[in-house]
């Protein structure tokens, strides 16, 4: 069986080197450069070896590709492409649309096609299934279905094999064309009995966590006016065996997930006359905690950053992975900097970002750890400035939340 999988990204690279074991697969991406790097057996992406991508190219299991026409005779697609908002902060599925004209344009013999990139529900019945049979100007009778991606970039214990994989069907059929597909290199799936409740599922799981990091930040603020560590307190709480999740404050959250599909659930919620009053707060409060966090370095120094060299320590919006979309890193750089200071930032996983590079890990006044990557040590932070603030909880001897 030959598949394609269009987004050559963290979620398509991902499934395109597990599903290669099984399959011969062509990774579809619209940027060149990156399908040029991964023909040349380079991957981008954290957790997908070069090796194994190149030992798949060498047995003639995968080929990236940019080209339209190579998609024709696959059995199979997969859509993982981006799913951002609009400046307005609405869904935007100009990503998906593009990705369906591929299909629908290249594809002319009926195949299973499973997206992965996360939407709202109704996306798979009401968008993605009438857009590819707009663009296919042979009308094919395409089978249809969802299975959310799950992965955690950078994450050791948890893969595509051993999470359980949510998915559904437009119809039975392509439920169970599905499973098969999964089953090869997943140990556990899950059938839902409708695509809008796998779709719902996953932004439910997201939304979870946000409105769970934006009360811990909440309670960061109450402990602090308190006198009271959070991290104390927390650790208290967490020691009750049930009926407690331990989260834990931050400068804010980041990446393609939590930041975003909260909104898709709530955008959806409102279009449907539903509260979405949780989600809303959480954004607002999670977005706000920037802010907080250098409200408090200011009032450590006298009430003033101005002219102060403050280094802003890991800028990737989690520890151990490149990824800066949507980090709190920039919320908190660009406070610094409307105060005055003199900013620059040391990471060395992320290296340049935003036109700027990586400074060394000393010399500043001012150190506020953002991101903390296990290579970078506690003593060289602490010896980085004479004032040192810590959002990660992972700084002992540090100020901080
Ligand atoms: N990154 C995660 O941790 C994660 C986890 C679960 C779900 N998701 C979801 O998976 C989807 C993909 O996210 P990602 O993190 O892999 O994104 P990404 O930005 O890492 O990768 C997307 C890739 O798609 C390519 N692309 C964009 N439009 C295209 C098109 N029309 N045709 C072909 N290629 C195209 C881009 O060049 C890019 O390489 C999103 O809906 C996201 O919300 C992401």
């Not at 026409?69 to 593009?98: E, G, N, Y």
């Not at 409708?194 to 402990?223: D, M």
């Not at 009750?240 to 999740?245: I, L, N, V």
């Amino acid at each position: 069986m030959k598949i394609a999988v269009i987004g050559q990204g963290y979620v398509g690279l991902t499934i395109a080197v597990f599903a290669g074991e099984h399959f011969e697969v062509v990774g579809f991406d619209n940027n060149p450069k990156i399908v040029d790097q991964l023909n040349r057996g380079i991957s981008h992406i954290e957790g997908v070896e070069g090796s194994t991508l190149q030992s798949w190219i060498k047995a003639g299991r995968y080929r990236a590709s940019n080209d339209g026409a190579d998609i024709a005779d696959v059995d199979l697609v997969v859509i993982a492409v981006p799913t951002p908002l609009t400046s307005d902060r609405k869904p935007d599925l100009d990503f998906i649309d593009a990705a369906c004209k591929t299909v629908g344009e290249n594809i002319k013999k009926p195949v299973l096609i499973i997206n992965e990139s996360t939407s709202f529900p109704g996306t798979l019945r009401n968008f993605i299934k009438p857009t590819i049979e707009k663009y296919s100007k042979d009308a094919v009778e395409h089978l249809y279905a969802i299975s959310p991606e799950r992965v955690d970039p950078g994450r050791g214990d948890y893969n595509q094999k051993n999470t359980p994989r949510l998915f559904a069907g437009l119809t039975p059929e392509a439920s169970a064309m599905t499973r098969e597909f999964y089953s090869k290199f997943c140990d556990q799936l899950v059938e839902v009995s409708s695509p809008e409740v796998a779709e719902a599922a996953k932004l439910f799981e997201n939304t979870f966590r946000q409105v769970n990091i934006a009360l811990v930040n909440e309670f960061a603020q109450i402990a602090h006016s308190l006198g009271i560590s959070v991290y104390e307190t927390l650790d208290a709480a967490n020691t009750k065996p049930y009926g407690f999740m331990k989260f834990t404050p931050s400068a804010g959250v980041g990446g393609h997930c939590i930041p975003v599909d909260p909104t898709y659930l709530a955008a959806v919620a409102e279009e449907h006359g539903a509260p979405a009053t949780f989600i809303r707060r959480a954004n607002d409060v999670n977005l706000e905690m920037s802010k907080y966090v250098v409200d408090r370095v200011a009032a450590d120094n006298a009430g003033s950053l101005a002219g102060k060299s403050v280094l802003v320590v890991g800028v990737a919006y989690k520890p151990n992975v490149a990824d800066v979309r949507e980090t709190a890193a920039e919320l908190v750089i660009e406070h610094l900097r409307q105060r005055g200071a003199v900013v620059s930032w040391h990471d060395d996983v992320v290296g340049s970002w935003n036109g700027e590079s990586s400074a060394p890990l000393s010399g500043a006044d001012i150190t506020v750890v953002v991101t903390k990557h296990d290579d970078v040590k506690v003593r060289d932070i602490l010896d980085s400035a004479p004032f040192v603030f810590d959002t990660t909880g992972k700084i002992p001897g540090a100020k901080g939340l």
